[in-house]
C-alpha cells in the first residue's frame, strides 16, 4: 500500500522548482520519488528492506488470487 505525504512550499519557490524542472524534462513528482527512494536506501538498514522487499514479493500474488473469482458453470 502506498501513502500519500504533503509538503508545504510558498508559490513562489513551487513555481520556480516546476519551470527549471520542465527545462530538463522532469517533474517534481519524479525528482521527489527518486529522492525518497535514495533516502530509504540510506535511511533504512539493508536488513529491513530486504524483510521488506521479501514481504511484498509475498504479498503480491496472494492479492492476485484472492481478486480472481469463480463462476459456476451452468
Known sequence: MKKTI?????????SAIEMYLEQKNTTLAAELDK??????GKVVPQVVRDYIEKMSAHERPRRRSASVSTKPEP
Request: aromatic residues 14%; glycine residues 0%; charged residues 25%.
Open 6 to 14: 504533503s509538503v508545504q512550499i510558498s508559490d513562489e519557490k513551487l
Open 35 to 40: 529522492y525518497v527512494e535514495q533516502l530509504y
